[in-house]
């Protein structure tokens, strides 16, 4: 086996060589691929779905632009734009002859985080002792994909590990923040955020198992949803803590446009995921759930708000929910720090094992930080017994069962005879902050280990007049969008996107009606 | 704390004086109160609903006849016929007051495993530990069945641990088999399989980890269901393994009438256990699956049987189905050996730390089997580390993924453009066996570790003349019933409990018919 640096460098040239040599060039992308890639992604598929734009068209212009985008942020890692031609060619073939798209998602260019297989492309993960490990078949999900009429085209950059919220490893290393590069561009799906934000991408797919999916979307600007476990398929893909299937890391959208969330997970679920993935949860797509039958069809619904300390978008999100008819009242959180550790040492249990057995291959440094200038071994805490890991795990189901009473017994408050509809929250205690400095997570895992799905959606930007420096977050620049997740009020294990989704439709309506 | 053998003699004569002393004499049915506990579910409900007979005239019935079966086949636990008959009036008064049922049990006495606590009663679940814990509050399938009406008036027999085929502790004693004392009722929850069979009851709800709902249901000649995960709320009931969340236990109908099954299982999902039970799966009873929309309407169905040996039911079921126009083919297990090994590795990764702090409060003896002769310590692996554990659920969670495609691939053989709807196959390698001898779980266990849920239902019983020993089973007694699993084609986690029904009704139907 060559030394890791070796195996590095050689991948990074044939990274290189993946890039059209004649799209290396800035500036190239003529008026209609701006206007293309500046589309919504329901707007995309009309026109993708009428002809008026070709697959060809519409799959050229964002490898264009994600190639911009990557010498901008080093975003992404598999680089693999022939096939996605090739297979819009075949789409637009398809199209011409029959009269009729493929399905669902017809021509659209999806990025996926770089630990979803492809078939013949290696999935490295930012290990370098994974360099050279071919996939002999498609994730579940990348099947399901193409079969609802998708364009893969590239895949993207994530943590050493997966473990961390931002984005560095020793193959690709860094990708940084598109609206600053002196800050994060958050991870584990950082690679994600950093090109969906730069619009090299209309829609990517990231994972999140502590904040993963919502923390870059908040640092760049995006809608998002991490779904519950088993919605959206995972099998075949590769991860992390394999085994640790009590806290699942779950797949979920993140895309410049509130449409793209609904239209991939209504696609995703209603191409019977289960069929193909035994974890898969056979649950159809509920257009009651969606239409909010169970909160009185969406009027006068009651929004509880989990404030921090005085963010100012909560402020502009509460006034835009009440105008808008709606209540809100206060939400108090129960438990939180008692959830994020139960859930923590459930993903670490075994985790250094985990994480030395996989890098022991080539001899690769276990990255110690994010910060720019350490790296070195990551300390943690050693394995404990499957014991011991029961007892974590029952303490969490108890703990579950007290918040879901917590939030039940709202109805008494809420005068609408119902519990408080959604959660409003932050995500993070603070826009991206600088490269190894995104060490607080608590806003993001506490749902996880509840299993609630949740969006993210953009509300508004720091304006460094309106927005002072607070003092316990006095060390953050102060750049960026402030983005918070709305949580839906099932909160259980299989709880409804439909639902959430349709919530957060809703909110960010009434945000615009204020703009 | 006193001797565990004293706690067990105080608890033994508590028990004796909550029977009403005059229902100790035998013979004490009348014409009516035999007539009401030979009913089937769903007509009992009918009459019930309107009125033909009272919730206290079915409740002491039912109350009678469980303690006749008790003291043949010392099935019971907790007996608490005075609650039962409170609430048996309150709903007779309901009715006559407003002329409607409660729920869709209304009336309906339903007996409990030992496991489903009830506030103010003791937990014991086997253990001489446990005589004295009291429950502050109901577990929420207790909630769930009172809100629909169902009566709760006993509990049942269950082995120390619940990790045994066959029933039998140290405070309670053996409940033996029905039909024949020398055999076993089997277990986990054989208490309820006697209780059943003896119609001291006309529904009783199990829980099964590994066969522990199908094999005293197969024993014991009774219709039940084992549905997948998360189906049937399990939060605030007690358990052994606590923490173990890989290979949950699922609780599940066992009662004498399919419309038993259907009846409870409709009743439960409609409640929205999902309001008080983080775990249970967000998915209503659905009709469209019911109705098998996925499998041709249940027209033209394709079942695979799994033989086992020879044995003369699975013929008799064949005939019968084939005559009802359906297609049979064999169906051909993979990796069973290997499901068996993992989800069996996975249970007991640390089950002798959890049982043996649990029985370390009173020095219990830990049973060591199931014989009459012999009891002490039991033997199992020592624990092992979360990592480990992390390797053994990633090894199922790929076989799963294996069997799923396996199942799939079957649609170039069936001729109906769909996979095999449905397998039939034996719950056990014979009938029930004498006690202590019941040491085969391989045939249920292997779906609790791909999670399909399944069916028991009787088709005979064992003819001497027709059914000769066969040399590998010598040693077992040739008498009893043989019952056979159906497993649907749902083959995931959240598969429909209502496409399972739907056949098992179909295969029912058949049998009937060719009687």
């Known amino acids: 086996m060559p030394h890791w640096t070796a195996l590095v460098a050689e991948k990074k040239q044939r990274q290189l060589n993946s890039i059209p040599q004649d799209w290396l060039t800035c500036g190239l992308l003529n008026a209609r691929e701006i206007e293309i890639t500046n589309t919504s992604v329901d707007v995309l598929l009309e026109r ?15 490898s264009k632009r994600a190639i911009v985008a990557h010498q901008l942020v080093n975003c992404l890692t598999e680089i693999f734009v022939d096939r996605a031609l090739a297979r819009a060619a075949e789409l637009d073939d398809h199209l011409k002859k029959t009269g009729k798209i493929v399905g669902p998602l017809h021509g659209l260019p999806i990025s996926l985080k770089d630990q979803i297989c492809i078939k013949g492309l290696e999935t490295i993960m930012g290990y370098a002792s994974w360099i050279g490990k071919y996939a002999d078949k498609n994730a579940v999900l990348v099947d399901v994909l193409i079969e609802c009429g998708a364009v893969p085209f590239v895949r993207t950059n994530v943590p050493q590990t997966l473990m961390w919220p931002e984005s560095f490893n020793s193959v690709f290393g860094r990708t940084p923040n598109p609206y600053n590069r002196s800050l994060t561009s958050g991870g584990s799906s950082g690679g994600e955020g950093a090109l969906v934000a730069l619009k090299g991408s209309p829609l990517g797919v ?95 619904l009651c929004f509880g708000i989990m404030w921090d300390d005085g963010v100012r978008s909560l402020e502009i999100t509460k006034a835009a929910l009440q105008k808008a ?60 017994t499957a014991y011991q890991l029961w007892q974590l795990q029952k303490l969490r189901q108890n703990t579950r069962k007290e918040y879901l009473d917590h939030w039940e017994a ?48 953009p509300v508004t930007t720091v304006d460094s007049t309106l927005d002072g420096q607070e003092p316990p977050h006095g060390f953050y620049d102060d750049f960026d969008q402030y983005v918070y997740e709305m949580y839906d009020p099932e909160k259980f294990k299989n709880a409804p996107e439909e639902a959430v989704i349709k919530m957060t439709e809703i909110v960010d309506a009434a945000l615009t009606a204020t703009k």
């Not at 550790?341 to 985990?354: G, K, P, R």
């Not at 902050?433 to 607080?440: I, L, V």
């Open 48 to 62: 993708l779905a009428s002809a008026e734009w070709t697959a060809i068209e519409v799959t050229t212009a964002f």
């Open 206 to 300: 990231g994972s999140d198992i502590g904040g993963s999916i919502r923390i870059p979307s908040a640092f760049c600007g995006l809608y998002s949803l991490r779904p519950s476990y088993g919605r959206v398929p995972y099998c075949g893909a590769l991860n992390s803590l394999e085994g640790q299937d009590s806290v699942p890391s779950v797949f979920g959208p993140m895309t410049n446009s509130l449409s793209g969330v609904k239209v991939f997970m209504k696609a995703v679920v209603n191409a019977k995921p289960w069929l193909k993935d035994p974890l898969a949860v056979r649950k159809k797509w509920d257009e009651d759930e969606y239409n909010l039958a169970d909160h009185g069809y969406g009027k006068d």
């Open 325 to 384: 008819g709606h209540k809100v009242v206060d939400w108090k959180p129960i438990k939180h720090r008692l959830l994020q550790q139960v859930t923590m040492d459930i993903l670490t249990a075994a985790s250094t094992e985990d994480i030395m057995i996989t890098t022991s291959v080539t001899g690769e440094p276990i990255i110690a930080t994010m910060e720019l200038d350490d790296t070195g071994f990551r300390p943690q805490n050693s394995g404990i």
């Open 410 to 457: 709202t109805a008494s408050e809420t005068g609408t005879g119902r519990p408080v509809d959604a959660i409003i929250c932050p995500v993070a205690a603070y826009a991206a902050p600088p490269h190894g400095k995104n060490s607080y997570t608590n806003y993001t895992t506490v749902w996880n280990g509840l299993d609630y799905p949740a969006t993210t959606f």
